[in-house]
């Protein structure tokens, strides 16, 4: 919490977000993902959250945590985040995959001057970009590498004032780490799994 938190501030700080702008989260599943959900809407954002395969939206769809969740797999993913967002785009993106194909919808999605920030590029980090699209309509890619002292207060005053708390997937023994890492591998998580020491 005391790392993907703020970082989920400093995205939003820096990419200039306001209230009801429509924020597509990639991973939303994630631990990270699901961080960043929360911290958006208590700013005041609209929140779609992406994930592979249908069984990860009906799970997250029992959370509540995004406005709207779409299948990133589905072959009519931009029209329907055109639908979401009644026409007008994504103000922002918040890309910590690095995947390409992920990244090329992110750029599909964006509405003119839309912001995308990155944070991340664990699925391979190099990407195509369409530098035309790019300054016709004014849009901004922002890499964020950490947060600030400023994003750490900010996130700890929503902690307190909006009840922002992370999403807990399970909780499981020192003795089944392994289980852990592998559910993680598997992307069957949503939220954070916590180990405990007995």
Known sequence: MNV???LAVEQLLAVDARPDEYVVVHGA??????MTARVARSMGLRTIGTVRGDRKVARLSELDL????????DPDVLQRLQEITKGHGADIVIDNIGDEELFGLSTAALCAAG??????????GEVRLNLRQLYSQGQRIIGVRGS???AKDRFWKLVEEKGVRPVIDEIHPLSN???VHRRIEAGLNIGRPVVTID
């Open 66 to 73: 995004f406005d709207e969740l779409v299948d990133s797999t």
């Open 115 to 124: 912001r995308i920030a990155c944070s991340g590029a664990k699925f391979g």
């Open 148 to 150: 600030t002292q400023e």
């Open 4 to 6: 993907i938190g703020p």
């Open 177 to 179: 780490v392994a289980d």
């Open 29 to 34: 599943g994630s631990a990270t993902g699901t």
